[in-house]
């Protein structure tokens, strides 16, 4: 009788929690995650507020950069702190429910789990006298009855693409700060806090981070004006599947993003040339295993932006791959810079040698590339995969 009974409480826990877990607190789905990256505009996003030690500093930096954000507060903070809800609405941010009690939806009761977020909303609402729309719980998780409590409670649920970590006990204001510049990407959905262990944090990096966003060409708007943040459906899964992918390539084989940024157009890493030897324009010859620079195409932000636009960001990112060649030392002594992809007519306007590959690599190549293509909601009709490719002198002549 253990054993069964033992296998029954394995699955209802799976069922509570696991399954939430992995489908809907890792994958997203049914969740705001992101929006679409064709703009340079992201969501800051600040938790367990309101607080009057700390939130008015995140007010004053976000007030004297013009940008709006989303405070994700607690109910007993806005009960306690009208005036300063009053102040995130006068000045254009957005106010959504977190919870009535701050806890972990794992080490909740399930009637209290599911009873939380309405029961916060009203509370809310009776501050703001609005009705809130998105919810994000206590760090950011998900049981059975959370996920049952946020839906009857007519709530949308966000989670972030770019965590800032404020709140760890070793983090700091510059930490934060080169944290969040190195992940962002355009659509991006940033989580901070106005109150706990991470305010003054976030409090001290702000200012300067704005600024630099602001440098970058990016505007933070409230998570309702973010453009493309809806609930992931199975084609946004899938999509979000591919990035993973592209970052767990990434890992494997040491291909970091350009200058170290997630919103170039490009990710690079030292490889051995793959190809049987050609010979470029200009007489240098490219023998197997010759030390070369390979560029990998960020996907979702070249499908958001369209080819127009990508072709004319490509220019100014070519740039950041050629200070990479001369600054990273594992790109020193490569030879050559080069692409295998479906993108060689659009590479050959930007100056590349294009040269066609063996019949069974451009199979395999062109079978990934439809992949891709659907993965990302584009046509599947890709172009046939060539080598796009450039000596690293002409390269740094093009673009250093």
């Known amino acids: ?33 992101e929006g679409r990256r064709a703009r340079r505009e992201l969501a800051l996003t600040f938790d367990d507020g309101p607080d009057p030690k700390t939130t008015p500093a995140i007010l004053d930096a976000l007030r004297d950069a013009n940008a709006q954000a989303t405070f994700f507060v607690l109910a007993p903070a806005a009960e306690a702190q009208p005036g300063l809800i009053r102040r ?22 399930p009637w209290n789990a599911y009873r939380d977020p309405a029961q916060a909303a009203r509370r809310i609402a009776a501050v703001t006298g609005r009705k809130p729309r ?4 206590p760090h950011g998780a998900y049981s059975l009855a959370t996920v049952l409590g946020q839906r009857a409670a007519q709530l949308t649920g966000v ?15 510059s930490q934060v700060h080169r944290r969040i510049l190195a992940q962002v990407t355009p659509g991006a959905i940033v989580v901070l806090h106005d109150a706990g262990p991470g305010a003054n944090n976030t409090a001290a990096a702000l200012p300067a981070l704005l600024t630099e966003l602001g440098v970058r060409g990016y505007r933070s708007v409230a998570l309702s004006q973010l453009d493309g943040a809806r609930p992931l459906t199975w084609a946004g899964l899938r999509r979000r599947a591919f990035v993973l ?18 919103d170039n157009l490009f990710r690079t890493g030292r490889v051995a040339f793959p190809l049987q030897g050609i010979t470029l324009r200009g007489g240098q010859s490219v023998a197997q295993g010759t030390p070369a620079a390979e560029y990998h ?25 050629a200070r990479d060649l001369q600054t990273r030392m594992d790109l020193k ?28 690599d451009t199979r395999r190549l062109q079978r990934w590339a439809r992949t891709l293509r659907r993965a990302y909601g584009s ?22």
């Open 1 to 33: 009788m253990k054993r069964p009974l033992a296998v029954l409480l394995g699955a209802a826990l799976c069922g509570y929690i696991g399954l939430p877990y992995l489908l809907v607190q890792l994958a997203g789905a049914g969740l705001v995650v």
């Open 88 to 109: 995130m609405l006068a000045e254009g941010h957005e106010v959504g429910v977190h919870a009535a009690r701050h806890r972990h939806a794992w080490r909740r009761t």
């Open 134 to 137: 998105f919810h994000r719980p």
């Open 159 to 173: 989670q972030w693409s770019v965590e800032g970590r404020d709140w760890q006990p070793a983090a700091s204001p």
């Open 245 to 262: 992918l592209d970052a767990v390539f990434d890992r494997i084989h040491r291909v970091q993003p350009t200058a170290g940024r997630a």
């Open 297 to 321: 195409v960020n996907n979702p932000l070249m499908v958001d932006l369209g080819l127009r636009r990508s072709v004319r960001l490509a220019r100014e990112d070519f740039r950041a791959v």
């Open 333 to 360: 002594d490569t030879q050559v810079v080069f692409c295998l992809s479906a993108l060689s007519p659009l590479l050959a306007t930007l100056g590349f040698e294009t040269y066609d590959l063996s019949p069974a």
């Open 379 to 400: 046509n599947s009709d890709a172009p046939e995969p060539k080598l796009s490719i450039l000596s690293r002198e002409a390269f740094l002549a093009l673009y250093g």
